[in-house]
């Protein structure tokens, strides 16, 4: 019994003198700020959610950020120095976006919207490919079949 009350009574003296000095607790908050939010989607307009993002700052071989977009297809940073950043977004499944923005020096003429450039300036829909697609293929097909007869009917 006395071995236990001894170290009940230690325990009690111990919890008693440890001072907040030896813990650490966390801070946070939610602010406002201007940052630049790239948005990811495919060429038929389908969001790119929670893809991989990359983003290397000017001139450096290692990443500055990495993270996923959320489910809109969009990723914020905040930079820390102005020049040329690269962004480079990737679904996991061979779908790859690389974007480079601009940077602006506090205190220069910054634009409200750094719009991007357009990733293909000749956009067609996605069933016009389709259609285009399938007759490519009947049409090599048919060729290649009409050669085959002529010439079965020429060795004949």
């Not at 990443?63 to 809109?72: A, E």
């Not at 962004?87 to 910054?110: C, K, T, Y």
């Not at 067609?124 to 285009?132: E, G, L, N």
Request: glycine residues 12%; negative net charge; contains cysteine.
């Amino acid at each position: 019994m006395k071995p236990i009350l001894i170290f009940l009574t230690g325990m009690v003296v111990a919890m008693a003198t440890v001072s907040e000095g030896l813990c650490h607790g966390v801070e946070g908050y939610v602010e406002t700020v201007e940052g630049y939010c790239i948005t990811a989607m495919y060429d038929d307009g389908e969001l790119m959610s929670y893809a991989a993002v990359e983003i290397k700052a000017p001139g450096a071989e290692i990443v500055f950020q990495t993270g996923r977009t959320d489910r809109n297809g969009r990723f914020m940073i905040l930079t820390d120095k102005p020049g040329t950043w690269q962004a480079a977004v990737s679904d996991g499944m061979g779908h790859r976006l690389a974007l480079d923005f601009e940077v602006i020096p506090e205190g220069e003429n910054q634009p409200k919207d750094q719009s991007v450039a357009p990733i293909s300036t000749g956009k067609t829909s996605r069933p016009i490919k389709t259609i285009a697609g399938l007759s490519i293929i009947f049409g090599l097909c048919g060729f290649f079949y009409g050669w085959k007869a002529r010439r079965a009917k020429n060795g004949s």
